[in-house]
């Protein structure tokens, strides 16, 4: 397959003053090795025959093996290895590089111990789609080869086990010619429609046993197909008449890719159809939200666009994550005809119930919906025009806020930035949809996917990797929580020089979690007041620029003014354009908006 090219390399952007390309970083010395000579120089080739460009790695001795062969065979280039802290992180890179090129990337996580510190992000990648090839160890299989100890403790019996219910697709391979087609396998399955991660272990004993004879060459691409997943003529067609005999459809713009076309096409589907869009911060940016189509707040169904969807009387759902929810909010038993067009159903599975409810559906296209837009635009044609004229956006009155709350952050942010490209990496659940505008599909790459905490620092230093130079600037607005568990994320950005802003939305508590005790307080009529016990991370207050500094990070705060944090924002991304990271520490109080905790507290009910 071609290398990845971001599809906003021909927009204008300021690109770092000091742009260190990552492949001149540690350089080996020369090995003299051309030729296979162990079972892990077969692994350590594939990789780059599959061209796979990075895999971040948390050290351990069960691979050490490979390890050796990716520096001492392949010279540490193509893949280029990225040192990690924690195996979160690894796999949380790997992810954000995804949700910007589509394609996987490995991470490498050592034995049974490792991968339990990996399972949460390699949840969030499963919950979100994405493509991750994670490589893993055991200590030997042969329990004769086995060391004293370390190696029992290390080794399971089915240590895939532990990830089965939230990868695609796992395996053990027990032969060099196996470990190649597993990672010939798995790369093409994590990277084929529905996407998401896979996880391949392999034995140490067979990492490290030298090879008794060379394995014939072989075309990797030949081993990864596209698979077409077109919908039929005959449904497209279905599909067509249905919304242009609508009187007003909905469409739901739900998992896309980050394809500047098939955005586009999606634009005009909508306005072919006059239809009313709606979208989603927990996925990445899909429509316009600027434009007059598109209905209500990025958040899911909330009361401005709970109308648009009772008055529709045709629903186009672009694989939104939770069809059933969206309808459920409207009334038990929608009238409107229901056109679902996904592949997700292809791997539902009876442990994680990440597929949500069962919504009902008319019309059932099995395709992936970047596929099928364009022909439905084709069918429909571009002459038509709106049944029902849009309703102009409803805008909040700009208004200075009370306080000093996140929104005060976006208002700095839109300041400083202006009208340079940029792409939020990372947003907090707090964020509402008036304090930014997505007019691209990189100007916002979604949430983590698994509602965990931890996964925005590696997600976002992922993406930021995949963005580099793109002209793109990449920011990443996390909450303390987050960031905090998160944080070791930042010292391999700043080892590798990837450039990225980030800016802690720091209201020293876990705060979504005080909604849930208040909730609990009015419910059983106690006091509110103690909603904070146990959630408030104060006394001592923790300094998360100096964390940020003490892993070589321009920090910048604490601010605790919303007069002062202008000036520093752009001395911030003054040092992300000479090629740095930095952290930017906001001191926002503890809290939300009215509207934002009004919807929280129905979400919670």
């Given at each position: 397959?071609?290398?990845?090219?971001?599809?906003?390399?021909?927009?204008?952007?300021?690109?770092?003053?000091?742009?260190?390309?990552?492949?001149?970083?540690?350089?080996?010395?020369?090995?003299?090795?051309?030729?296979?000579?162990?079972?892990?120089?077969?692994?350590?080739?594939?990789?780059?025959?599959?061209?796979?460009?990075?895999?971040?790695?948390?050290?351990?001795?069960?691979?050490?093996?490979?390890?050796?062969?990716?520096?001492?065979?392949?010279?540490?280039?193509?893949?280029?290895?990225?040192?990690?802290?924690?195996?979160?992180?690894?796999?949380?890179?790997?992810?954000?590089?995804?949700?910007?090129?589509?394609?996987?990337?490995?991470?490498?996580?050592?034995?049974?111990?490792?991968?339990?510190?990996?399972?949460?992000?390699?949840?969030?990648?499963?919950?979100?789609?994405?493509?991750?090839?994670?490589?893993?160890?055991?200590?030997?299989?042969?329990?004769?080869?086995?060391?004293?100890?370390?190696?029992?403790?290390?080794?399971?019996?089915?240590?895939?086990?532990?990830?089965?219910?939230?990868?695609?697709?796992?395996?053990?391979?027990?032969?060099?010619?196996?470990?190649?087609?597993?990672?010939?396998?798995?790369?093409?399955?994590?990277?084929?429609?529905?996407?998401?991660?896979?996880?391949?272990?392999?034995?140490?004993?067979?990492?490290?046993?030298?090879?008794?004879?060379?394995?014939?060459?072989?075309?990797?691409?030949?081993?990864?197909?596209?698979?077409?997943?077109?919908?039929?003529?005959?449904?497209?067609?279905?599909?067509?008449?249905?919304?242009?005999?609508?009187?007003?459809?909905?469409?739901?713009?739900?998992?896309?890719?980050?394809?500047?076309?098939?955005?586009?096409?999606?634009?005009?589907?909508?306005?072919?159809?006059?239809?009313?869009?709606?979208?989603?911060?927990?996925?990445?940016?899909?429509?316009?939200?600027?434009?007059?189509?598109?209905?209500?707040?990025?958040?899911?169904?909330?009361?401005?666009?709970?109308?648009?969807?009772?008055?529709?009387?045709?629903?186009?759902?672009?694989?939104?994550?939770?069809?059933?929810?969206?309808?459920?909010?409207?009334?038990?038993?929608?009238?409107?005809?229901?056109?679902?067009?996904?592949?997700?159903?292809?791997?539902?599975?009876?442990?994680?119930?990440?597929?949500?409810?069962?919504?009902?559906?008319?019309?059932?296209?099995?395709?992936?919906?970047?596929?099928?837009?364009?022909?439905?635009?084709?069918?429909?044609?571009?002459?038509?025009?709106?049944?029902?004229?849009?309703?102009?956006?409803?805008?909040?009155?700009?208004?200075?806020?009370?306080?000093?709350?996140?929104?005060?952050?976006?208002?700095?942010?839109?300041?400083?930035?202006?009208?340079?490209?940029?792409?939020?990496?990372?947003?907090?659940?707090?964020?509402?949809?008036?304090?930014?505008?997505?007019?691209?599909?990189?100007?916002?790459?979604?949430?983590?996917?698994?509602?965990?905490?931890?996964?925005?620092?590696?997600?976002?230093?992922?993406?930021?990797?995949?963005?580099?130079?793109?002209?793109?600037?990449?920011?990443?607005?996390?909450?303390?929580?987050?960031?905090?568990?998160?944080?070791?994320?930042?010292?391999?950005?700043?080892?590798?020089?990837?450039?990225?802003?980030?800016?802690?939305?720091?209201?020293?508590?876990?705060?979504?979690?005080?909604?849930?005790?208040?909730?609990?307080?009015?419910?059983?009529?106690?006091?509110?007041?103690?909603?904070?016990?146990?959630?408030?991370?104060?006394?001592?207050?923790?300094?998360?620029?100096?964390?940020?500094?003490?892993?070589?990070?321009?920090?910048?705060?604490?601010?605790?003014?919303?007069?002062d944090l202008p000036a520093a924002l752009e001395k911030a991304?003054?040092?992300?354009?000479?090629?740095?990271?930095?952290?930017?520490d906001v001191r926002v109080e503890p809290g939300y908006s009215?509207?934002?905790?009004?919807?929280?507290?129905?979400?919670?009910?």
């Open positions: 397959m071609p290398p990845y090219r971001p599809a906003t390399a021909r927009h204008s952007g300021k690109p770092a003053a000091t742009d260190t390309p990552i492949g001149v970083l540690e350089r080996p010395t020369p090995a003299g090795v051309n030729a296979p000579g162990f079972g892990s120089d077969v692994v350590a080739e594939t990789l780059r025959a599959l061209e796979i460009p990075y895999i971040a790695v948390t050290p351990g001795a069960s691979y050490r093996g490979l390890h050796d062969s990716i520096v001492n065979y392949l010279g540490n280039t193509a893949p280029q290895m990225l040192l990690c802290v924690h195996e979160e992180s690894a796999v949380a890179i790997a992810h954000g590089y995804a949700k910007v090129t589509g394609r996987a990337m490995a991470a490498a996580v050592h034995s049974n111990v490792g991968l339990q510190h990996a399972s949460m992000a390699i949840f969030n990648a499963w919950c979100d789609r994405m493509p991750v090839v994670v490589l893993g160890a055991t200590g030997p299989v042969d329990a004769m080869k086995r060391r004293p100890w370390i190696d029992w403790i290390h080794t399971a019996r089915d240590q895939g086990a532990l990830v089965r219910d939230y990868t695609k697709w796992d395996d053990q391979p027990a032969s060099p010619g196996a470990a190649r087609e597993a990672l010939l396998r798995g790369t093409w399955i994590a990277n084929t429609a529905p996407q998401g991660p896979v996880y391949i272990n392999l034995d140490a004993e067979m990492q490290e046993a030298k090879l008794a004879e060379q394995l014939p060459p072989i075309d990797a691409a030949r081993y990864m197909p596209p698979v077409v997943t077109a919908a039929p003529a005959d449904l497209i067609a279905k599909a067509a008449a249905m919304l242009k005999s609508a009187r007003q459809v909905v469409m739901l713009a739900g998992r896309t890719s980050r394809g500047e076309e098939a955005w586009n096409a999606r634009v005009a589907l909508a306005e072919a159809l006059g239809a009313q869009v709606v979208t989603d911060l927990k996925i990445g940016a899909s429509f316009p939200t600027d434009h007059p189509l598109h209905a209500g707040a990025p958040r899911d169904v909330t009361p401005d666009t709970i109308p648009a969807i009772r008055h529709a009387d045709v629903i186009l759902s672009l694989d939104w994550v939770d069809l059933a929810g969206a309808l459920r909010a409207v009334g038990p038993s929608p009238a409107a005809k229901i056109i679902q067009i996904s592949l997700d159903h292809r791997i539902h599975n009876g442990w994680s119930m990440d597929h949500q409810a069962l919504p009902p559906v008319d019309l059932f296209l099995s395709t992936d919906p970047d596929l099928v837009v364009p022909e439905l635009v084709k069918a429909i044609g571009g002459a038509g025009k709106p049944r029902v004229a849009p309703q102009p956006q409803a805008q909040a009155a700009d208004r200075e806020p009370a306080g000093f709350t996140n929104e005060h952050i976006a208002r700095a942010l839109r300041q400083v930035i202006g009208a340079r490209p940029t792409t939020l990496t990372h947003l907090p659940i707090s964020c509402e949809d008036r304090w930014w505008t997505f007019r691209h599909p990189l100007d916002f790459l979604g949430s983590d996917g698994g509602g965990g905490v931890g996964g925005g620092p590696g997600i976002s230093v992922g993406a930021a990797l995949a963005l580099k130079n793109s002209g793109r600037l990449p920011v990443a607005v996390c909450g303390d929580g987050d960031y905090l568990m998160g944080v070791t994320a930042v010292w391999t950005a700043v080892h590798y020089k990837i450039p990225l802003l980030f800016v802690i939305a720091n209201n020293r508590s876990f705060y979504n979690d005080e909604l849930h005790q208040e909730r609990m307080a009015r419910m059983r009529a106690r006091p509110v007041e103690n909603k904070w016990i146990g959630q408030r991370m104060a006394d001592p207050d923790i300094d998360l620029a100096a964390m940020g500094r003490a892993q070589g990070a321009a920090g910048f705060g604490p601010i605790a003014k919303a007069s991304i003054a040092a992300v354009d000479a090629g740095q990271v930095a952290v930017v009215a509207g934002l905790t009004a919807a929280m507290t129905r979400a919670k009910s």
